[in-house]
C-alpha cells in the first residue's frame, strides 16, 4: 500500500466526524442580551472545510442548553489546535446550524518547545498536555491542563532516589 493510500485510509469518515461533535465540547463563553458567544472544540479529523455542512451540529442542536439560535457566534478550535474560525449562526432548527462563512486564524508553531528526554516528550493532544514515550507513542498520563502539570507527571515516571 502506498503511503498515500495509507493517510487516506487513517482518515475518519465524514459521517464519523458529524457524528463526533460532542455537545460536550461546546462551552457557552458569554450569556449576552443579544447574542450567545460559544466556544467548540472540533473532533480529530475535522477540517474546516466541515463547517459548510450545517448537519454536523445534529448532535449539539439535540442537546440542552447548547444549541445554537441566529446571532450566535462561535469560535470554532481545530482538535489539534493549528486553526481556529469564527462564524456567526444564520439559521438553525433540531437537524442543522447554518453558519457565516467563517474567518479562519491559523496558528504558527510553537516558540517554545515542549519538554522531552531521551525517553518520553510532552504532547498537546486538543484535550491537554500529555507525557507520550517514544518508543511506542503510548500515552503515559492523563490530560493536564497546562505545561508544568504534564513536566510533574513525566517526572514521576521515573522512580525516586532514597
Known sequence: MTKLAKAVNDQPEAAEIYEAINPKQVICNNNGFGWREFFVRLPMGATADCLKDPTIWKRVQNAKGVSFVRHDHLYIVSFDDTWAAEAIVTDSDAEKAVLTKPR???????????????????????????????????????????????????????????
Open 104 to 162: 479562519i486564524h491559523t496558528f504558527g508553531d510553537r516558540f517554545d518547545n515542549l519538554f522531552e528526554d531521551e525517553l518520553y516528550r510532552i504532547k498537546w493532544t486538543g484535550l491537554g498536555y500529555v507525557v507520550e514515550r517514544k518508543s511506542d507513542k503510548a500515552l503515559m498520563s492523563h490530560p493536564a491542563p497546562n505545561i508544568p502539570l504534564a513536566e510533574r507527571d513525566l517526572a514521576r515516571l521515573y522512580p525516586k532516589v532514597a
